[in-house]
């Protein structure tokens, strides 16, 4: 059992993709313990052998279309003529594009990657100071997994069989109030540093409108077919695809063949990792209960207190404290076998603590040292992390804010799919 959790932390230290890390601790485990090993492929197929699953790949795929098809643009244009005018207006349309094409993607990198480059561009262009620029780009870009559709709440609803509509909706209070949040920040510092604001006009608003409707009713198209019941979440995968490629291709024309195909092959490489990912945790995962190892940590959890807002709170912090060194996928696979015993046991709202758990991994997605979107960004940006690390530490305060409400007040993220998803 030491040789199975030793080799995982050193993989893990020296830099080793965390797939490889996760696999190669279980893998040695398995021949350590002497477990036959035909478990290894069974564990690992079993963890994805899932129908929601396909909607991984498939979000993927419709995200990187949309962004190859500068469909991202138009959402920008969009957010710009809506916001523009408000004190910090660029940035205020970063956050607004952001939660637009959150309704599409589901992917925080998908947006920092996509929307990012756009966004910094237009904002250094005006005059805001290049680590502005990329910190309110990387904290906007959290809000991708939470606002619906989202690829880690498809994976929790998966390992955790819980209804992937219930979290979908779930998500999109918290998601607005993220953004809320984060352009209360922007107007702070635009009003200290005298950052532009751009004249509104209706004409200009209604013009960019126009040209980006077929975009902006994306989330609309996923959301009303959630709610009506009339498609499942693998399903509203396959209608986004479609949809991207039908507008990028065929109605704005801003896809060639030869980007398709970059498209698909960039999609099928990501949702190869992310899905690797998953199996190599079921194995992890499947060792840790087997060898009393996940009892051993909700004991210890459960030790420190007998007050459920305490729990929450140590939950919260070690969820913050794991996303700031891995992955999601990886996280929600390796810890739910963990903490679903406690959460059940403390009679907590499954939705409500899926969306929670998702806000601490996608807080610790932006978070110093090692929160992937900060790679994204300071590689797009051409910034040194230094930087990035002192100008993002602001941005994490309304984020944890947003993170602590909707912990302890679970009516912000229930409410919403108890009302239409009865």
Aim: with cysteine; net charge neutral; charged share 10%.
């Amino acid at each position: 059992m030491i040789i199975f959790v030793a080799i995982f932390i050193v993989l893990l230290l020296i830099g080793a993709p965390i797939s490889i890390a996760i696999g190669a601790g279980a893998v040695c485990g398995c021949f350590a313990l002497h477990y036959p090993l035909m478990v290894v492929g069974q564990k690992m197929t079993t963890g994805v052998d899932s129908y929601l699953l396909i909607a991984v790949p498939l979000f993927i795929f419709a995200g990187n279309l949309m962004n190859e098809g500068k469909i991202t643009e138009k959402i920008f244009d969009f957010a710009q003529s809506l916001v523009g005018w408000i004190p910090g207006g660029l940035g205020h349309a970063n956050i607004v594009a952001s939660i637009i094409f959150a309704g599409m993607s589901g992917s925080a990198a998908a947006d920092a990657g996509g929307l990012g480059t756009i966004e910094m561009e237009a904002m250094k262009t005006n005059g805001y100071d290049d680590e502005f620029s990329a910190s309110v780009t990387a904290a906007s870009s959290v809000i991708g997994p939470i606002f619906p559709p989202s690829i880690p709440l498809i994976i929790y609803g998966s390992v955790a069989s819980v209804s992937v509509a219930k979290l979908f909706m779930g998500g999109v209070v918290p998601g607005l109030l993220m953004g809320a949040a984060l352009m209360v920040l922007v107007l702070i510092f635009a009003l200290i540093r005298g950052y532009e604001r751009t004249k509104f006009s209706l004409k200009e608003l209604i013009n960019s409108f126009k040209g980006s409707i077929l975009s902006l009713i994306t989330p609309l198209i996923i959301l009303a077919g959630f709610t009506t019941g009339w498609v499942t979440p693998t399903e509203a995968s396959c209608i986004a695809v479609i949809y991207s490629l039908v507008i990028a291709a065929l109605v704005y024309r801003t896809l060639s063949f030869r980007e398709f195909l970059k498209c698909a092959l960039n999609s099928a490489v990501t949702a190869a990792n992310t899905l690797f990912i998953i199996g190599t945790s079921t194995l992890f995962t499947y060792i840790m209960v087997k060898e009393g190892i996940s009892k051993q940590i909700a004991t210890f959890i459960l030790g420190i207190s007998s007050n459920p807002a305490v729990i929450l709170l140590v939950i919260n912090i070690i969820l913050l404290l794991l996303g700031m060194f891995m992955e999601p996928g990886a996280i929600l696979t390796l810890m739910l076998p963990v903490l679903l015993p406690i959460v059940q046991g403390l009679n907590l709202d499954l939705v409500h603590f899926g969306v929670v758990m998702v806000l601490n991994l996608m807080i610790g997605q932006v978070t110093p040292p090692f929160g992937v979107c900060l790679f994204i960004i300071s590689d797009l940006a051409k910034l040194k992390l230094e930087i990035l690390y002192k100008g993002i530490l602001p941005f994490i305060i309304p984020l944890v804010a947003t993170l602590l409400l909707c912990t302890y007040f679970p009516g912000i993220v229930t409410w919403l799919p108890n009302l239409l998803l009865k």
